[in-house]
């Protein structure tokens, strides 16, 4: 699969760029989609949460009255949960979150979700660019020249470029990862996946 490349100010350069068809054209799997990304938003949870239970919670140590004889019901503690600042019950205790999947499920995965977005037309391939220093408006410009100003975008970069994300982290809906860390969710979450031309190599290398 061939597609054009395109310079920074939106003009096609005239030269193109072979996608593998392993990679970008193979019949997109579903459940694994699925696997991989509920496991990316499972792997994203602290875990921390935590609420005291009854024997957790400071003070009670005294019966508030004696057993009989006051007309009223029995208790043994002022932290019961029945009470205002007793313990509570069954309170989410921390743990662990994580889920792991194999490596041959996970490459399937990404497969499926590079091959989604070539089947809708929602790559697009741009010549290697970077900026002297971080500037937001050299960014935005790209975006504007490209057509893809307010479009939910994720730039795939070859390494890391320092200038380009800078520029790029204020603005909504644009985000910039190096090609080989992009999880299976961040390929799918968006509506433009914009390469930079040695990113495909450095995306294509990672299945091999």
Do not use: C
């Not at 072979?18 to 949870?45: C, G, M, T």
């Not at 919670?57 to 019901?73: E, F, I, L, M």
């Not at 194999?102 to 070539?118: D, G, M």
């Not at 299976?184 to 996946?193: A, D, P």
């Amino acid at each position: 699969m061939k597609v054009d490349v395109y310079k920074i100010d939106g003009t096609k350069s005239g030269e193109q760029i072979e996608l593998s068809k392993d990679i970008f054209e193979i019949e997109p799997n579903d459940h694994v989609l699925y696997l991989a990304v509920k496991a990316y938003l499972a792997n994203q949870r602290q875990g921390t949460h935590k609420a005291k239970e009854r024997s957790e919670v400071r003070g009670g140590g005294k019966k508030p009255w004696r057993q009989k004889g006051r007309g009223g019901a029995r208790a043994g503690s002022v932290r019961s949960p029945l009470w205002v600042g007793g313990g509570r019950i069954f309170g989410p205790k921390p743990r662990n979150y994580r889920q792991k999947l194999n490596k041959k499920v996970v490459q399937l995965a990404r497969k499926s979700a590079l091959s989604y977005k070539s089947k809708a037309n929602q790559i697009i391939v741009v010549e290697d660019f970077d900026f002297e220093q971080p500037k937001t408006k050299n960014f935005v410009e790209v975006l504007k020249a490209l057509n893809l100003n307010g479009k939910k975008t994720l730039l795939l970069t070859n390494g890391t470029l320092k200038n380009v994300y800078k520029s790029g982290r204020n603005i909504d809906r644009v985000s910039i990862v190096e090609a080989n860390k992009a999880s299976v969710y961040e390929l799918l979450n968006n509506q433009v996946l914009m390469l930079q031309k040695s990113a495909v190599q450095l995306l294509e290398s990672t299945f091999n």
